[in-house]
């Protein structure tokens, strides 16, 4: 399906229709270079221009490092295989999904004697470690959680502009794992369960989804009856949702929404849906504490995990997709390459997206799995349609949607 | 005391000036060089850090991140929120401190262990926790205070989504900030102006107003900059109860922008730079005039012993009846919640179903969490150590700016006021920075942590510290100098006996906050050394209500451990036996 709205066209996915490359990852290398440069300059020219400056105080001798200043690469470390000299790269072999690669990385992973570091935003990351120690016991995985993409983004840029990024793998959203891959910090790598996994759905080309978020629009039972559910954005709009609704405040699912509907009819809904005095909070989970708590009666923010987790817990909760397509955002996992240990990094991606091991962990927490041989455990977790976010055209003019968003639904 | 050497020959009197001759390399200048050296090190790696990204952010001299941050976002209605949100939090905190330590401290009045028990409690609940309690106290329709209310009322008027509601909020957790400050102040306060005052037929409220208040002055202006200024940059209560009804502040609009990517950090230390220049003047004018001014020494060589004022009658019914219901709202109704929330898996109304899943799972959780429980080491280890680092610290750098006659002393107090506006995400980055390329293997162990915590908390300490100073008569240094005794005898038995109300206060509280640490941590910590504030924010964000609720009364309870512990190693000093405290 290929619709177009207003003069940007909006390509609408189904699940498993094979529709080609998204949209989202035209203009990507372009953007990322020029933020990537940016980050750069600051941090090298901050070395080299005001470190004199302060060379006279204490300050100096905590920076001397002459080895650890050097200027970031802008390409992905490569890591030399300990074992013979003419032996295959780490990047090479990260590229090269031969059967026995899997043991291959366990043997080397092991040598390496250092814990698997992985960097996420997520907890699924934590259950699928667990799994993943229970498979290989002789190894350690070591979760740096970052809680806000904002942290996550700040601490791999400064560590590898320090030439020592630490972590071998990131679990994150396509927000942060797009503007990493455009930094240069990813290690590309082919899965041997490729085939699986949509190319469609994959944030950037060194990276794949494990699960997809899809924007479920959820309401509390007690307080909105089925009959009356809203089914199309517009049905918003009707003043029995004035004062009913919580939004996530999250600019690149009021961009991608903002382009669904078309310039010429955005601007006026936004602000007509802000009219509505909807509660903007900051996250999925401050969207539905209301919902749950029966302080408002829906919220068009939220994915499966929290929701189905709510309602095993006996939450008066039921979810839904709308008629037309919802928003998508995945939690792209990828490597990083010349970490603490680069060949348990690949092995732990590998287990993430293997469906008979790390897909079936995610499943039991109730996600949309990226591999399409593993259905969700609950019926009505996947949309008919879908628009994912372009973030290589979104990134660069995030401020100019901030304050649209302002101007629009926030303006009350 | 010290047996008193007075030089009784020529040849003593040699001796005596020999000792006290001001050198280059004595242990008082060896002291108050390190400290002050110490000092710069901690702070001038955020501040250039932040210097440099402001005014450099593509490697040239720009002025943009001003020009973004003043004019682009509506600077107007940002400082007008923000200023109307941190005078009115810091006026209900200045009231509630105010009273609760004057009815703890100085009065006769009941309930005086409650109070102060109860007086520390919105500091020993994290903002987050606080702030989400609140939240569920206030919905207008859900809110389990608010609820009712509306309902009765007909109307949505009671709301946790408003400017009022953040206000009241902000000031109950930040009240506990000058509590303690004016605790110390009125400890050590001599009674014989009261007393007087008393004899001369002045009323209890005109002792407190024309006596009391006044000749506490320095850690009422202290308090009051610092309680402002910690207003200012209050981030949880506002993210959580402002944004959702698009009430922006400084704070929530500095962590708005520096999760920009890249990050606009010219644009964060646009808004940082404005606040430290202000904050700056008014700190010289303040030690400007506190230096100077001798009159509110009020612990001299003449002893005293501190003595309540005694209230009768209905004033006493009044006084009490208020403090209650102070404990009542500002504290038993946000724990209230706390627990309920850490028994049942999501919090809604306490309907009878709702009321039969209540279990004791999440403690069970929590408690068997190997990685609860070593953060849970982790942020108790961190707080010990700051909190005495910095109060050591503070001591020292306190006199530097009250008493050395050194010209721009007061330039150490400002140095030391620096890592307080520099944000804490943008102080952790620097950290980060610099410490990822240093020689010496911190990155990655605690010891990074303590250095961030350290320079975090140094302000705090400073405030503690310098009214502390203040109130100590120079006299007392004078006559211990004429006895013979060196600087640092001095500053040891004789200085820190007499400050050590105000230190153990400072103790505490930086203590806690240590305790409660986030915003640097998340950016500075590596796994196997997070701390307590990094898990409680994972839950949240996992959704895991009734574990946040479970961690936050564990984390409450060893808060009010730790409170506990200093008050008991303060009662237990040398100091006990100086006359403010016997």
Same mark, same amino acid.
């Given at each position: 399906m290929h619709v177009m709205f207003g003069t940007k066209p909006v390509r609408v996915l189904?699940?498993?229709?094979?529709?080609?490359?998204?949209? $989202?990852?035209?203009?990507?290398?372009?953007?990322?270079?020029?933020?990537?440069?940016?980050?750069?300059?600051?941090?090298?020219?901050?070395?080299? $221009?005001?470190?004199?400056?302060?060379?006279i105080s204490l300050f100096a001798a905590a920076c001397g490092s002459e080895e650890a200043s050097?200027?970031?690469?802008?390409?992905?470390?490569?890591?030399?295989?300990?074992?013979?000299?003419?032996?295959?790269?780490?990047?090479?072999?990260?590229?090269?999904?031969?059967?026995? $690669?899997?043991?291959?990385? $366990?043997?080397?992973?092991? *040598?390496?004697? *250092?814990?698997i570091l992985v960097y996420t935003t997520s907890a699924d990351a934590v259950t699928v470690a667990a799994a993943f120690e229970e498979e290989y016991p002789e190894l350690t995985v070591e979760i740096f959680r970052a809680g806000a993409a904002g942290t996550m983004i700040n601490r791999v840029l400064t560590e590898f502009g320090a030439g020592s990024l630490r972590a071998d793998v990131q679990v994150t959203n396509d927000f942060v794992t797009t503007v990493l891959s455009s930094a240069g910090v990813h290690q590309p790598f082919v899965s041997e369960f490729d085939a699986g996994f949509d190319p469609a759905l994959r944030a950037t080309n060194d990276s794949y989804q494990p699960n997809i978020n899809y924007w479920m629009w959820v309401y509390n039972t007690d307080l909105v009856s089925e009959d009356e559910l809203p089914r199309t954005y517009d049905d918003l709009l009707d003043p029995r949702w004035k004062d009913e609704l919580v939004i996530a405040r999250m600019t690149d699912w009021f961009y991608a929404l903002w382009n669904l509907l078309g310039d010429d009819r955005a601007e006026e809904y936004f602000t007509r849906l802000g009219e509505q005095n909807p509660l903007l909070v900051s996250n999925f989970t401050e969207a539905l504490n209301p919902i749950v708590a029966g302080e408002r009666g829906l919220t068009i923010t939220n994915v499966s995990g929290l929701v189905v987790a709510r309602q095993d817990q006996g939450a008066p909760i039921k979810a839904y997709f709308p008629e037309e397509p919802t928003i998508a955002r995945g939690s792209p996992i990828a490597i990083f390459g010349g970490g603490n240990n680069p060949e348990g990094g690949l092995l732990f991606a590998e287990f993430t997206l293997d469906p008979e091991r790390g897909q079936l962990v995610l499943q039991s927490r109730n996600r949309v799995l990226g591999h399409s041989a593993v259905p969700p455990l609950v019926d009505g977790l996947v949309p008919e349609q879908f628009v994912g976010i372009n973030f290589a055209d979104f990134l660069p003019n995030e401020d100019m949607w901030l304050s649209r968003l302002q101007a629009t639904l926030a303006a009350r | 005391m010290s047996k008193i050497n007075l030089p009784s020959s020529e040849k003593d009197a040699k001796a005596f000036e020999s000792r006290h001759r001001t050198s280059r390399f004595s242990a008082k200048n060896i002291v108050l060089v390190g400290i002050v050296l110490l000092l710069a090190y901690l702070t001038v790696v955020p501040l250039a850090f932040l210097v440099y990204v402001t005014f450099f952010p593509d490697a040239q001299f720009s002025v943009e991140g001003f020009r973004s941050a003043f004019v682009d976002r509506g600077m107007a209605n940002l400082l007008?929120?923000?200023?109307?949100?941190?005078?009115?939090?810091?006026?209900?905190?200045? +009231?509630?401190?105010?009273?609760?330590?004057?009815?703890?401290? %100085?009065?006769?009045?009941?309930?005086?262990?409650?109070?102060?028990?109860?007086?520390?409690?919105?500091?020993?609940?994290?903002?987050?926790?606080?702030?989400?309690?609140? +939240?569920?106290?206030?919905?207008? %329709?859900?809110?389990?205070?608010?609820?009712?209310?509306?309902?009765?009322?007909?109307?949505?008027?009671?709301?946790?989504?408003?400017?009022?509601?953040?206000?009241? +909020?902000?000031?109950?957790?930040?009240?506990?900030?000058?509590?303690?400050?004016?605790?110390?102040?009125?400890?050590?306060?001599?009674?014989?102006?009261?007393?007087?005052?008393?004899?001369?037929?002045a009323s209890t409220w005109q002792v407190f107003w024309r006596v009391t208040l006044p000749s506490a002055r320095p850690a009422i202006l202290g308090a009051l900059l610092i309680v402002v200024v910690r207003n200012f940059e209050a981030f949880e209560i506002p993210s959580i109860m402002g944004t959702p009804a698009n009430i922006y502040v400084f704070s929530t609009q500095i962590y708005r922008v520096l999760n920009f990517f890249p990050p606009r950090y010219s644009e964060a230390g646009g808004y940082s730079i404005v606040l430290l220049v202000v904050v700056g003047f008014v700190?010289?004018?303040?030690?400007r005039y506190l230096a100077g001014n001798k009159k509110f020494a009020t612990v001299t060589g003449k002893g005293f012993r501190s003595r309540e004022i005694v209230i009768v009658g209905n004033s006493r019914r009044v006084l009490a009846g208020f403090s209650l219901l102070y404990v009542l709202v500002a504290v038993a109704l946000p724990l209230a919640v706390l627990i309920y929330s850490s028994l049942i898996p999501f919090v809604t109304r306490p309907t009878r179903e709702v009321l039969g899943r209540m279990s004791l799972n999440a403690y069970s959780t929590v408690l068997s969490d190997s990685r609860i429980s070593n953060a849970f080491m982790n942020s108790i280890q961190l707080a010990l150590g700051s909190a005495t680092l910095v109060m050591l610290v503070a001591a020292i750098a306190a006199w530097i700016t009250i008493r050395s006659k050194v010209r721009g002393a007061w330039l150490v107090d400002n140095l030391a006021f620096v890592p307080f506006i520099v944000p804490g995400i943008v102080l952790g980055v620097a950290l980060l920075f610099v410490y990822l390329r240093s020689p010496v293997p911190i990155f990655g162990t605690l010891w990074l942590l303590l250095i961030a915590y350290v320079t975090k908390f140094i302000p705090y300490g400073m405030r503690y510290a310098v009214p502390s100073i203040v109130k100590i008569h120079s006299e007392l240094e004078e006559a211990a100098t004429m006895s013979g005794a060196t600087w640092l005898q001095t500053f040891r038995r004789i200085l820190l006996p007499l400050m050590m109300p105000g230190m153990i206060a400072g103790w505490i509280y930086v203590a806690i906050i240590a305790l409660r640490e986030l915003s640097t941590s998340v950016l500075l910590y590596t796994p196997g050394n997070d701390v307590i504030a990094i898990q409680i924010f994972e839950?949240?964000?996992?959704?895991?209500?009734?574990?946040?609720?479970?961690?936050?009364?564990?984390?409450?309870?060893?808060?009010? +451990?730790?409170?506990?512990?200093?008050?008991?190693?303060?009662r237990r000093d040398p100091g006990r036996k100086t006359p403010i405290n016997t």
């Open positions: 189904s699940r498993n229709h094979g529709q080609g490359e998204m949209e $989202r990852r035209e203009g990507l290398a372009e953007a990322g270079s020029t933020n990537n440069k940016s980050w750069g300059n600051l941090m090298n020219t901050f070395m080299k $221009r005001l470190l004199p400056l302060v060379a050097a200027p970031p690469s802008s390409e992905p470390t490569e890591q030399v295989s300990p074992a013979a000299p003419d032996a295959p790269s780490f990047a090479e072999i990260a590229m090269s999904p031969t059967p026995d $690669r899997r043991e291959q990385l $366990r043997e080397a992973a092991i *040598a390496n004697n *250092a814990p | 007008a929120s923000t200023t109307i949100f941190a005078a009115g939090s810091s006026a209900i905190s200045m +009231v509630v401190g105010i009273g609760l330590a004057w009815y703890a401290a %100085r009065t006769n009045l009941p309930f005086k262990q409650l109070i102060f028990a109860s007086a520390l409690m919105p500091l020993v609940i994290p903002a987050l926790l606080y702030g989400i309690a609140w +939240v569920f106290l206030l919905q207008p %329709r859900a809110g389990l205070l608010a609820g009712p209310i509306n309902a009765y009322l007909g109307s949505d008027a009671i709301t946790a989504y408003s400017m009022s509601a953040m206000i009241f +909020v902000q000031g109950l957790d930040a009240s506990p900030l000058v509590f303690l400050l004016l605790y110390a102040a009125f400890q050590t306060m001599d009674p014989s102006l009261e007393e007087a005052a008393s004899l001369s037929g700190l010289f004018a303040q030690n839950l949240w964000n996992d959704g895991r209500t009734a574990e946040v609720g479970a961690t936050g009364v564990v984390l409450i309870t060893i808060s009010l +451990v730790l409170v506990i512990i200093g008050r008991t190693i303060g």
